[in-house]
């Protein structure tokens, strides 16, 4: 198994991109053509006139001629390449709910391994505000809210999100690079870049199936020769209301501010507005995502993405860490046969 070292050096990766490198962030979607719908059109159909549950249906029950050629190629560009990728114009207006359930999954199964994304094993979640507030619940978490979300990433390789209806006001989404910001960081503030790559405990929101209610691992990682990324700051401030975790130190609370100041910089983070029938699919190593505050409006459907988390087949070797995590232990397993 390849070793997890102190990253002391920058890294020249296609993943290390900024803002500006992107001028018209509209040009970064694939604009899905007739025979791409159509072939989500005839999956569908498929799908819902056989009597076997979705999450049974695998890319083979599923087939994508025309698009499926294209999300095989994606998996270069989320692993190996810029680390994200977007698509637009799935007819959502005019399928139903479970229809977009069926074309959401069948993507996912044209591009990786769905994952559980909580205790209970879910495959697929459905990111909308349930009207609770984060701290009024130890397993609520913050996709079941309106409220900001700060940069994080999500589990397993990498996250797909399929947009059903959009928000009244507000929910517009943000990316950025990992990795450059670490580079960024580094070149900065170098005993930063070092307490980065040191432990964390974060609030696991109740949903390891081990029951553990913390867990720590670094928020960088130089494995295998690449940096490997896993950062929830709301979780690592919220593992402080329990007695027996560690309190961050000074250092560690700076490191964490820089980070968040970083990722927000708008010459390196990406702004943009999902719209009903967009997908944005990005690398859980390489990239951190965010999400502003929003309001659903009153008389109308309300904000709602649907989520998946994918391990990819061309997926990187993964830190020793990662093994039992919340979020990356089915990946590692899978990887590892454990």
């Given at each position: 198994?390849?070793?997890?070292?102190?990253?002391?050096?920058?890294?020249?990766?296609p993943?290390?991109?900024?803002?500006?490198?992107?001028?018209?962030?509209?040009?970064?979607?694939?604009?899905?053509?007739?025979?791409?719908?159509?072939?989500?059109?005839?999956?569908?159909e498929?799908?819902?006139?056989?009597?076997?549950?979705?999450?049974?249906?695998?890319?083979?029950?599923?087939?994508?001629?025309?698009?499926?050629?294209?999300?095989?190629?994606?998996?270069?560009?989320?692993?190996?390449?810029?680390?994200?990728a977007?698509?637009?114009?799935?007819?959502?207006e005019?399928?139903?709910?479970?229809?977009?359930?069926?074309?959401?999954?069948?993507?996912?199964?044209?591009?990786?391994?769905?994952?559980?994304?909580d205790?209970?094993?879910s495959?697929?979640?459905?990111?909308?505000?349930?009207?609770?507030?984060?701290?009024?619940?130890?397993?609520l978490?913050?996709?079941?809210t309106?409220?900001?979300?700060?940069?994080?990433?999500?589990?397993?390789?990498?996250?797909?999100?399929?947009?059903?209806?959009?928000?009244?006001?507000?929910?517009?989404?943000?990316?950025?690079?990992?990795?450059?910001v670490?580079?960024?960081?580094?070149?900065?503030?170098?005993?930063?870049?070092?307490?980065?790559?040191?432990?964390?405990?974060?609030?696991?929101?109740?949903?390891?199936?081990?029951?553990?209610?913390?867990?720590?691992?670094?928020?960088?990682?130089f494995?295998?020769?690449?940096?490997?990324?896993?950062?929830?700051?709301?979780?690592?401030?919220?593992?402080?209301?329990?007695?027996?975790?560690?309190?961050?130190?000074?250092?560690?609370?700076?490191?964490?501010?820089?980070?968040?100041?970083?990722?927000?910089?708008?010459?390196?983070?990406?702004?943009?507005?999902?719209?009903?029938?967009?997908?944005?699919?990005?690398?859980n190593?390489?990239?951190?995502?965010?999400?502003?505050?929003?309001?659903?409006?009153?008389?109308?459907?309300?904000r709602?993405l649907?989520?998946?988390?994918?391990?990819?087949?061309?997926?990187?070797?993964?830190?020793?860490?990662?093994?039992?995590?919340?979020e990356?232990g089915?990946?590692?397993?899978?990887r590892?046969?454990?």
């Open positions: 198994m390849a070793a997890t070292s102190l990253l002391t050096h920058s890294i020249d990766d993943a290390a991109w900024r803002a500006t490198d992107f001028p018209d962030v509209d040009a970064l979607f694939h604009v899905l053509t007739a025979a791409e719908i159509a072939d989500l059109d005839r999956a569908v498929r799908a819902l006139a056989t009597p076997r549950a979705l999450e049974s249906l695998t890319a083979a029950d599923l087939p994508l001629p025309t698009l499926g050629v294209h999300l095989v190629a994606m998996r270069d560009e989320l692993e190996g390449g810029r680390g994200f977007m698509l637009r114009g799935l007819p959502v005019r399928w139903s709910e479970a229809e977009s359930r069926v074309a959401c999954w069948a993507i996912g199964q044209h591009l990786g391994i769905p994952e559980p994304q205790g209970k094993g495959l697929m979640h459905d990111v909308r505000d349930t009207g609770e507030r984060f701290e009024s619940s130890e397993t978490r913050e996709y079941q309106n409220r900001h979300i700060n940069f994080h990433n999500d589990g397993a390789d990498a996250f797909v999100l399929m947009v059903l209806a959009g928000a009244r006001e507000g929910g517009e989404s943000l990316l950025v690079s990992a990795v450059t670490f580079n960024t960081l580094l070149a900065q503030r170098p005993d930063l870049a070092r307490v980065l790559q040191e432990a964390f405990h974060a609030d696991t929101r109740g949903q390891r199936r081990d029951g553990a209610r913390v867990q720590s691992m670094p928020i960088y990682h494995h295998g020769g690449r940096l490997t990324a896993n950062y929830k700051s709301n979780l690592i401030h919220a593992a402080q209301r329990f007695a027996d975790v560690p309190r961050l130190s000074e250092a560690q609370r700076e490191a964490l501010e820089m980070l968040d100041r970083l990722c927000a910089d708008p010459d390196l983070c990406l702004q943009f507005t999902l719209r009903p029938g967009d997908v944005e699919i990005g690398n190593y390489v990239t951190f995502h965010a999400r502003r505050g929003y309001q659903d409006p009153p008389d109308a459907p309300r709602h649907l989520r998946l988390w994918l391990t990819l087949p061309n997926g990187r070797p993964l830190p020793p860490t990662f093994r039992g995590s919340r990356f089915a990946t590692w397993a899978r590892h046969g454990d």
